[in-house]
């Protein structure tokens, strides 16, 4: 069974009345710690849905011109914890944006906007970002050409984790989540990131950025060390379904700020397989060094 994420299948997130919450039976705080302890391999599937501000351009093409492609980013990959959280994670990110989109980003980058030539890059191809051993590293056309790239150290849940603001291995960042929740209950059965079918455990809450960026570590990674003032009050859907083990299966995240921000909503679902085969995560030979694209993750655009 396929599936995407859309802004209509996780806005549900936000419709959990507080009396719903019942005695949890399943731990997922106790899981984590236990998979991080056995340094698990995990498959990672990710879809993001990106609400945009219009670009009048749009308007002015012949009907039927941009038809094809979006600006929603894709993401596959393995993820391998260890003390702490995420140690190391390879995976491949796309954005098959449309040539219409792909046509904006060059016009506006030739007047100098620097995050439309990183994006015009990231949007040409799939590219590959692996974090390993406190390195991140990139290969692809957003770095440069087909060949590994150093792009500077960063902690091992950096290749994963960007559109996706929820570090759900983060202990600090699930804690507070957890003891946040306003549902705590059984869920319906899911699929996994191999489309398996899961019963599960879910957790279901409201945070906003400020309250994220004083708990988690990971977020503040993210936005660079520093939260602007006018986006602290935007409000953070977010749930979390495990299997009956206290597993994550699928962590989703919705935030829609609305005009006047650089996004008007954005809805991310991270699906996980476990009991996965995977290699060791190793850190490729680099060719040389390049700088992670702007604005390749949705959260760039809220970096101060």
């Known amino acids: 069974m396929s599936w995407i ?6 806005v549900g997130l936000a419709a959990v009345p507080a009396s719903a919450q019942a005695a949890a039976t399943v731990d997922v705080v106790a899981a984590v710690q236990l998979l991080q302890a056995q340094s698990q391999s995990v498959k990672v599937v990710q879809h993001t849905a990106a609400d945009w ?3 009048p351009r749009f308007g002015e093409m012949p009907r039927g011109a941009c038809r094809g492609g979006s600006s929603d980013p894709r993401l596959t990959g393995v993820a391998r914890l260890g003390r702490g959280g995420v140690v190391a994670a390879d995976v491949t990110r796309s954005m098959p944006l449309g040539k219409c989109h792909l046509q904006f980003l060059r016009e506006d980058a030739a007047g100098g906007d620097r995050r439309a030539a990183d994006l015009a890059k990231v949007g040409s191809a799939a590219h590959k970002v692996r974090g390993v051993g406190g390195v991140l590293y990139g290969a692809g056309p957003a770095y440069g050409g087909k060949s590994w790239v150093r792009l500077g150290s960063a902690p091992g849940g950096a290749a994963l984790y960007g559109d996706q603001i929820i570090d759900v291995f983060d202990l600090g960042t699930l804690k507070a989540l957890v003891a946040s929740a306003s549902s705590s209950k059984p869920g319906p059965s899911i699929h996994d990131a191999d489309n398996r079918a899961v019963k599960t455990w879910g957790y ?3 945070t906003t950025f400020g309250q994220l960026f004083k708990v988690s570590t990971p977020f503040k990674q993210m936005l660079g060390g520093r939260l602007n003032p006018k986006y602290s ?5 977010w749930g979390i379904s495990t299997d009956l083990s206290g597993r994550p299966v699928i962590v989703q995240a919705v935030w829609r700020p609305g005009e006047g921000y650089p996004m008007q909503s954005v809805a991310v679902a991270t699906r996980f397989s476990w009991n996965v085969k995977a290699a060791a995560i190793k850190a490729p030979r680099a060719g040389g060094t390049a700088r992670d694209p702007y604005g390749d993750d ?3 655009v809220f970096r101060t």
């Open 53 to 55: 501000p219009y670009d």
């Open 204 to 206: 279901r809450g409201t």
């Open 233 to 237: 009050r935007i409000t953070l859907h």
């Open 298 to 300: 949705v959260i760039d």
């Open 5 to 10: 994420v859309t802004m209509a299948g996780v």
